[in-house]
C-alpha cells in the first residue's frame, strides 16, 4: 500500500508525527509532500526535526498569498505531484488551506481520501477553516475522529456510519510522548505566569481589535505576567501596539517556539490565553485552564469535559475568569475519551483492514 500525506501548516505536522510512525511499524509506503504553507525555520522545519518526522520528499514551496491564490498554487502543483506518485489513499490533517487543496485535487483525480479530525465544526463560515472542513468532509473516504460530537456531525450531514472511525486525538499522541522530553529553556519564567497565543484573522489582522485584546492582556499582566510567543501574521501589528503603549507591562513577547519549548511553557503555566483550536486541546489534556478569545469552538468538548472556557470579546469576564484560576476556584476538567497516546495506533490499524484495490 502507497499512502501520501499532504500537510503545510503548523498545527499539521504534530498530527502527520504519530501517524507516520505508527504506519512505518505496518511497513506501509509513505511519501510526504509539504504545501510550503508555512516556510519560516520556526513554523516548520524546527517541528520536523523535533518530532522526528522525516524531511518531506516533495516541498511544493508555495508560500503565502490570499485565501484563493494560496489554495489554487497549491492544486496546480499537487494535481501534478499527486497524478505522478499514483497513491492507494492520501491522508490529509485538520482544517487548513493545505486540507482543503490536497481534497479537491485527489476527488478529482479520484484518489481516496482519509480525513484526521474529521467532523469538527464551529457552524462559522466567517472562519476559513470552517469551510475547509466542510468541503474536506464532503470529498473524503475515511474519517478519523477526536470526539463523539465529531461523528454526530458527520452523520447529520449524511456520511455512512461505517466510514467513521472514532480513534481518538493523534495531537495528544505528540503530546503524550514529547512532554517528557528534556529541554534547555531560552528565557527564564516566574513561579505564576500566563501564555498567550493569538493569529486568527478576526482577532490580530484588525489593529483595533488587536488594541482591545492588548489592553486587556496589559491589565491581566499587572497580577500575572504573560509570555507570549508571536505568529508572524501577528507580528507587525503587535509589535505597533507595544512600542506604543504607555502603561508598564509585564508581558514577554517572543518568537514562534519549537514543539518541545512551547508545551513546556505550557505545561509550567497557571493559564493559557488563545484563539488556537489546537491549544484547547492540548490544555484540555494538561489540565491547564484554557480561556479562549473567540465566539465558538470547533472542540466543544474542551468545554463541556476539559479545562476550556469560552470568552469571547467580554474582557471583564476574562478578568474574572484570571481572578477564578488564582484564587483555585476555576473548573476542574477530565481528558476526553481516547485522548491516551493511540490514536495514530487505532489509525493504522483500520487502514490495514481496509482493502484499497
Ligand atoms: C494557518 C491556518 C490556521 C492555523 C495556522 C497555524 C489556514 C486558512 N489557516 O493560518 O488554520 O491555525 O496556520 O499557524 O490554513 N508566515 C510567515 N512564516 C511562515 C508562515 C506564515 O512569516 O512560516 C506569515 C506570512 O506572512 C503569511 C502569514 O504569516 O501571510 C499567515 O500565514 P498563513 O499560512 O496564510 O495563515 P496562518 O495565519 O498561519
Given at each position: 500500500m502507497k499512502i501520501i500525506h499532504i500537510v503545510g501548516a503548523r498545527p499539521n505536522f504534530m498530527k502527520l508525527s504519530p501517524v507516520y510512525r505508527a504506519l512505518e511499524q505496518k511497513k506501509v509506503e509513505q511519501i510526504i509532500i509539504h504545501t510550503g504553507q508555512h516556510y519560516s525555520a520556526n513554523m516548520s522545519d524546527i517541528f520536523f526535526q523535533e518530532l522526528s518526522i522525516p524531511k518531506a520528499d516533495i516541498n511544493l514551496g508555495v508560500g503565502a498569498g490570499s485565501q484563493a491564490e494560496q489554495v489554487a498554487k497549491m492544486m496546480i502543483s499537487l494535481e501534478n505531484e499527486i497524478s505522478l506518485q499514483k497513491p492507494d489513499l492520501v491522508i490529509v490533517y485538520g482544517d487548513v488551506n493545505s486540507t482543503l487543496a490536497a481534497s479537491l485535487v485527489c476527488a478529482k483525480l479520484q484518489i481516496k481520501?482519509?480525513?484526521?479530525?474529521?467532523?469538527?465544526?464551529?457552524?462559522?463560515?466567517?472562519?476559513?477553516?470552517?469551510?475547509?472542513?466542510?468541503?474536506?468532509?464532503?470529498?473524503?473516504?475515511?474519517?478519523?475522529?477526536?470526539?463523539?460530537?465529531?461523528?454526530?456531525?458527520?452523520?447529520?450531514?449524511?456520511?455512512d456510519k461505517n466510514k467513521i472511525f472514532f480513534v481518538g486525538n493523534v495531537m495528544i499522541d505528540t503530546l503524550v510522548q514529547f512532554i517528557q522530553k528534556p529541554l534547555q529553556q531560552n528565557f527564564s519564567t516566574p513561579e505564576k505566569y500566563?501564555?498567550?497565543?493569538?493569529?486568527?484573522?478576526?482577532?490580530?489582522?484588525?489593529?483595533?481589535?488587536?488594541?482591545?485584546?492588548?489592553?486587556?492582556?496589559?491589565?491581566?499582566?499587572?497580577?500575572?505576567p504573560i509570555f507570549f510567543p508571536v505568529h508572524p501574521r501577528t507580528q507587525l501589528k503587535l509589535n505597533e501596539i507595544i512600542k506604543n503603549a504607555k502603561k508598564e507591562k509585564n508581558i514577554t513577547l517572543l518568537d514562534p517556539l519549537g514543539y518541545i519549548e512551547f508545551i513546556n511553557l505550557v505545561k509550567g503555566s497557571a493559564a493559557v490565553i488563545t484563539d488556537s483550536g489546537g491549544i484547547q486541546e492540548e490544555t484540555t489534556y494538561l489540565n491547564i485552564p484554557c480561556l479562549t478569545l473567540r465566539e465558538n469552538?470547533?472542540?466543544?468538548?474542551?468545554?463541556?469535559?476539559?479545562?476550556?472556557?469560552?470568552?469571547?470579546?467580554?474582557?471583564?469576564?476574562?478578568?474574572?475568569?484570571?481572578?477564578?484560576?488564582?484564587?483555585?476556584?476555576?473548573?476542574?476538567?477530565?481528558?476526553?475519551?481516547?485522548?491516551?497516546?493511540?490514536?495514530?495506533?487505532?489509525?493504522?490499524?483500520?487502514?490495514?483492514?481496509?482493502?484499497?484495490?
Open positions: 481520501i482519509a480525513h484526521v479530525e474529521s467532523g469538527l465544526r464551529s457552524f462559522d463560515r466567517t472562519m476559513p477553516e470552517e469551510i475547509n472542513r466542510i468541503v474536506t468532509d464532503r470529498l473524503s473516504d475515511i474519517f478519523f475522529t477526536t470526539s463523539v460530537e465529531a461523528d454526530d456531525n458527520l452523520k447529520k450531514e449524511g456520511v500566563a501564555v498567550v497565543t493569538l493569529h486568527r484573522p478576526a482577532n490580530v489582522d484588525d489593529l483595533s481589535q488587536l488594541q482591545k485584546i492588548a489592553d486587556s492582556l496589559f491589565d491581566i499582566s499587572s497580577e500575572l469552538t470547533e472542540r466543544p468538548i474542551t468545554i463541556t469535559e476539559g479545562s476550556n472556557t469560552l470568552i469571547g470579546y467580554d474582557f471583564s469576564y476574562l478578568k474574572k475568569c484570571i481572578y477564578d484560576i488564582l484564587s483555585g476556584k476555576y473548573k476542574k476538567s477530565s481528558c476526553p475519551k481516547f485522548w491516551d497516546g493511540h490514536a495514530a495506533d487505532r489509525i493504522a490499524e483500520v487502514l490495514m483492514k481496509i482493502n484499497f484495490s
